[in-house]
T-cell receptor, first 111, second 110 residues
């Protein structure tokens, strides 16, 4: 079993929809949680970063962490065609440099 | 803006060849990383370096080596390329908890 699981999709939604992307993990030591967005033929870029449990909002994006369930989510409100990309969750424990990534979910937002 | 560049976007090599992938960052970051990305497997860490001449193995170092002679440059070496090393290779540099990725090199080993 992988340490971080993510549904690969593709997830296809109409423009304006609310999108929910999720990851589950097995290592209870993970404390820092990130979401990266990767456009086709580009490297990933950091989208959201949270520490421990709770919510964080940035514009149309909300990251949510539920450590008791070992479950993290990224919500995108009013989705746009420009949000079409692969979204990767990543996480790490308190100490160390190494991130553990999920496999990524491909999102397609149709006009 | 942080810039991480990789020497090639696409590379085709033959089995047994020695392959060099180069990565350069322009932000004086101490930490640099090499990942490979395969469908459904996400990014897997091959090696990382936290300073010049310093390196640590990641999750899948077998078949790879690295070199960091200068702070801005981190090279990934495939000593004898094999077909199972066909993949997308991504380099990143890091400050605090933000990793900045290069555009990737798609390597095909025939």
């Amino acid at each position: 079993q992988k340490e971080v699981e993510q549904d690969p999709g593709p997830l296809s939604v109409p423009e304006g929809a609310i999108v929910s992307l999720n990851c589950t993990y097995s290592n209870s030591a993970f404390q820092y949680f990130m979401w990266y967005r990767q456009y086709s033929r580009k490297g990933p870029e950091l989208l959201m970063y949270t520490y421990s449990s709770g919510n964080k909002e940035d514009g149309r994006f909300t990251a949510q962490v539920d450590k008791s369930s070992k479950y993290i989510s990224l919500f995108i409100r009013d989705s746009q065609p420009s949000d079409s990309a692969t979204y990767l969750c990543a996480m790490r424990p308190n100490a160390g440099n190494m991130l553990t990534f999920g496999g990524g979910t491909r999102l397609m937002v149709k006009p | 803006d942080v810039k991480v560049t990789q020497s090639s976007r696409y590379l085709v090599k033959r089995t047994g060849e020695k392959v060099f992938l180069e990565c350069v960052q322009d932000m004086d970051h101490e930490n640099m990383f090499w990942y490979r990305q395969d469908p459904g497997l996400g990014l897997r860490l091959i090696y990382f370096s936290y300073d010049v001449k310093m390196k640590e193995k990641g999750d899948i170092p077998e078949g790879y080596s690295v070199s960091r002679e200068k702070k801005e440059r981190f090279s990934l070496i495939l000593e004898s390329a094999s077909t199972n090393q066909t993949s997308m290779y991504l380099c990143a540099s890091k400050v605090t908890d933000t990793q900045y990725f290069g555009p990737g090199t798609r390597l095909t080993v025939l």
